[in-house]
């Protein structure tokens, strides 16, 4: 397995739509592995291909507290919200590090998609499973979490994102 370079905000790669997975071979099957690690490593719970220059529909993640249930989304599709309540929860995110800012979202949705083994599947994902996927699902349409924040503090976001880079 290897580390993977994680796209920082503001790279317009980010912004990049992934495409579906046509079929699910051994180099699909490394990506992900390479993916988890690369999330494992950053402290992350959730990482789309799209933040590892990647623009594939693919999604890995272990919200698990011993890191030892990682999941992998293939081609994920929101099939329906299960609860049209909305929650605010604090979100992070590994390609805009330090930052974690106070979203809302459905608290649970029922996703399809391919696992690891090439094979469709159905999840109901609640609470902070389906913040998880649903983040991680706007990376693979090119949105971010700053997106949903206003411009002025985007464009701080942004500025302290810069610096960053540049320091490093």
Do not use: W
């Not at 011993?66 to 293939?74: G, M, R, S």
């Not at 997106?147 to 942004?158: G, V």
Request: proline share 4%; hydrophobic share 45%.
């Amino acid at each position: 397995m290897a580390t993977l370079k994680i796209l920082i905000f503001p790279d317009p790669k980010l912004r990049t739509v992934a495409e579906p997975v046509k079929e699910v071979n051994d180099s699909i099957i490394k990506l992900t592995e390479d993916m988890l690690e690369t999330m494992y490593e950053g402290e992350g719970i959730g990482l789309a291909a799209t933040q590892v220059d990647v623009h594939k529909r693919i999604i890995v993640i272990d919200i698990s507290n011993e890191k030892n249930d990682p999941i992998v989304l293939i081609n994920p599709k929101i099939n329906k919200i299960i609860n049209e309540e909305i929650k605010s929860y604090s979100e992070g995110c590994l390609s805009v590090p330090g930052i974690f800012e106070e979203l809302e979202r459905p608290s649970a949705v029922e996703i399809i998609a391919l696992g690891i083994d090439g094979k469709e599947f159905t999840l109901v994902a609640e609470d902070i499973l389906s913040v998880v996927i649903q983040h991680e699902m706007d990376h693979l349409e090119g949105k971010m979490m700053v997106d949903f924040l206003s411009n002025l503090k985007r464009e701080m976001i942004r500025k302290k994102m810069v610096k960053l880079r540049a320091s490093k």
